[in-house]
């Protein structure tokens, strides 16, 4: 069956470090990756996708490249702030269910001054 | 309505107790999901409908969960006989474009279920 495996938090990093938080997935067919993101006291959102191989989702700063080769999705940005303080969910989902999600079980990111 | 909601926010139930949560989809939205989210875990897929048609409940975790969505649009996911396990957030998501498409699927702020 689809699993989606990204490394534990919590990860506690100064402003301006540059994150990184690993993504590895098993899918049976052909996914489309994401990645979610929880601020704390709201509902899950989309951060950014990618539909196919070696394509590079980005949004706020944020990107994540598709690595068919690797089956990793691993997500990255230079220079984190405070307000990037949330729970972020790697997440697939193969063609035809209509967006069915597979999750991985989150990492909590913490950024401090 | 601007988003996905569901209510109530929170909810504490006695063990052996009935509950009901609902979820209001976005207008329009074709496909409708729920998910249960333990403590400190991701989103786990419990069933899925295409309008009215509940087409995937592999998820749902024993018989005493029962979901449905009558009229297309609003879905009450019910549990029935609630135990202790059964304590989690519920999230309901909705997508615009049914199974031979793929769009982004927008989450509600889900419902906390304590189960004492």
């Known amino acids: 069956g689809d699993s989606v495996t990204q490394m534990e938090g919590p990860v506690t990093l100064s402003e301006e470090a540059f994150l990184t938080i690993n993504c590895t997935y098993t899918a049976t067919g052909y996914p489309s990756l994401f990645w979610y993101v929880q601020y704390p006291g709201e509902g899950l959102q989309l951060l950014l996708k990618?539909?196919?191989?070696?394509d590079k989702g980005s949004n706020k700063g944020f990107e994540a490249t598709y690595r068919k080769e690797t089956t990793s999705f691993h997500l990255e940005k230079g220079s984190v702030q405070v307000s990037d303080s949330a729970v972020y969910f790697c997440?697939?989902?193969?063609?035809?269910?209509?967006?069915?999600?597979?999750f991985g079980t989150g990492t909590r990111l913490q950024v401090t001054l | 309505g601007a988003g996905v909601s569901q209510s109530p926010r929170y909810k504490v139930a006695k063990r052996g107790q009935d509950v009901a949560l609902r979820c209001d989809p976005i207008?329009?939205?074709?496909?409708l999901f729920w998910y249960q989210q333990a403590l400190g875990q991701g989103p786990e897929f419990l069933t899925y409908?295409?309008?009215?048609?509940?087409?995937?409940k592999s998820g749902l975790p024993s018989d005493r969960f029962f979901a449905e969505r009558p009229e297309g649009s609003v879905s009450t996911l019910k549990i029935q006989r609630t135990q202790q396990e059964d304590s989690a957030v519920y999230l309901c998501?909705?997508?615009?474009?049914?199974?031979?498409?793929?769009?982004?699927?927008?989450f509600g702020q889900g419902t906390r279920l304590t189960v004492v």
């Open positions: 998501a909705s997508s615009l474009w049914g199974a031979k498409g793929s769009s982004e699927a927008f």
């Open positions: 997440a697939l989902s193969n063609p035809g269910t209509a967006s069915k999600l597979t």
């Open positions: 207008s329009g939205h074709v496909s």
């Open positions: 990618a539909t196919k191989a070696d």
């Open positions: 409908f295409q309008n009215e048609a509940q087409l995937d």
